[in-house]
Nanobody, 120 residues
């Protein structure tokens, strides 16, 4: 069984910063890509950022230059540093990871989501 546990969401003023964390645990054999997506009511799920196990990153156009994704492979953890936050960044942020266990092939896992609210 694999779990992704997110933390770090909350309320922040426009222009402020937050750092999200997502730790993968369980019978993990190997992790490929990890990333973050977000969803707001009435909108499709949106890519925020992804990062490969080699450290190559990719960003959604609306966050490029403001957000930074990183990962610690020794801790099976991915981070999202969010700076210069805007009200339109308000959403539920979901962690995603492509993970292989000793019993399965590659499976896409999702965290439970963490709320980020940007408001004055």
């Amino acid at each position: 069984q694999v779990q992704l546990v997110e933390s770090g969401g909350g309320l922040v003023q426009p222009g402020g910063s937050l750092r999200l964390s997502c730790a993968a645990s369980g019978s993990i054999f190997r992790i490929n890509s990890m990333g973050w997506y977000r969803r707001t009511p009435g909108r499709e799920r949106e890519l925020v950022a992804t990062i490969t196990n080699g450290g190559l990153s990719n960003y959604g156009h609306s966050v490029a230059g403001r957000f930074t994704i990183s990962r610690d492979n020794t801790q099976n953890t991915v981070y999202l540093q969010m700076d210069s936050l805007k009200p339109e960044d308000t959403a539920i942020y979901y962690c995603n990871a492509n993970i292989a266990t000793s019993a399965t092939g590659w499976v896409n896992y999702w965290g439970q989501g963490t709320q980020v609210t940007v408001s004055s």
